[in-house]
């Protein structure tokens, strides 16, 4: 539904994008920081063209990566259009980060001093929407028969807070493992990246929201994995990461 509590015009289009809707894989794949556009009313919030492309707005690559997946794997691939600056869909309406205030080392002029008002507005506005038509779409799975397992795919800065990061690809998990244990064990045997359990961010921080809505929720087996963005700057390197997941996903789920 579009305009929503104000947030979105036509202009602005839906929140929720969704690719390969009958999509013949078990894989259903979610992306919540996609995109740093912002809603047509909310102009730039007040940050300067640099912050706006940086990670604070949202995952670089990340997206361009789950498409290759999707489209490899005949998988669902169901993303966020506007940047997590407005609403962080990998968090629930009641924490801090889901409207940040800050981000790193910028504060966002935009958020600052939000109302409850403003605050449901945004979470009726791109939130439910985004979280209710990927129940949607699990339902119909369900209904059909259909095997699901939870990929979500993020990207995360090589540098954090000044401090190097050597870790390359995390596989993150919250209470459920079964998938994660099969990726690690599959990474184990091609090694190509730097690959870590729950690193550069664990259950913990607080990332694995969209895990336990739709994944742990439902006994569907989940998985969260993050990228560091240098490796997927441009095409070719999207398209090799984008390869070597394919191929872990397909090992772990055959195991």
Request: charged fraction near 20%.
């Amino acid at each position: 539904m579009l305009a929503q509590q104000g947030i979105l015009t036509k202009a602005d289009g839906d929140c929720v994008a969704v690719e390969r809707p009958h999509g013949s894989s078990a894989i259903f794949i979610i992306c919540e920081h996609a995109s740093r556009a912002l809603p047509e009313r909310f102009g730039d919030l007040g940050l300067s063209a640099e912050a706006l492309s940086s990670h604070i707005a949202w995952d670089p690559g990340a997206l361009a990566v789950a498409k290759k997946i999707s489209s490899g794997l005949d998988a669902t691939l169901v993303y966020q259009r506007f940047s997590r600056l407005i609403y962080d869909c990998n968090r629930p309406p009641e924490s801090a980060g889901a409207m940040p205030e800050t981000s790193e080392i910028y504060t966002i002029p935009g958020n600052q001093s939000l109302d409850e008002a403003g605050r449901q507005a945004r979470t009726q506005g791109l939130y439910i929407p985004f979280h209710d038509r990927i129940r949607s779409l699990l339902k119909e799975r369900a209904a059909r028969g259909q095997k699901t397992v939870i990929v979500t795919i993020h990207s995360f800065t090589p540098i954090y807070n000044g401090k190097p990061r050597a870790v390359e690809l995390g596989v993150l998990h919250d209470a459920d493992r079964w998938l994660a244990d099969r990726m690690l064990d599959a990474a184990a045997e091609a090694p190509l990246y730097q690959t870590e359990r729950n690193q550069p961010y664990g259950p913990e921080d607080g990332v694995t929201h969209t895990l336990k809505l739709h994944g742990i929720a439902n006994g569907l087996h989940n998985v969260m994995i993050e990228v560091r963005n240098d490796l997927i700057q441009d095409d070719v390197g999207q398209g090799v990461v984008a390869d070597y997941l394919t191929g872990l996903l397909q090992s772990s789920l055959e195991a």
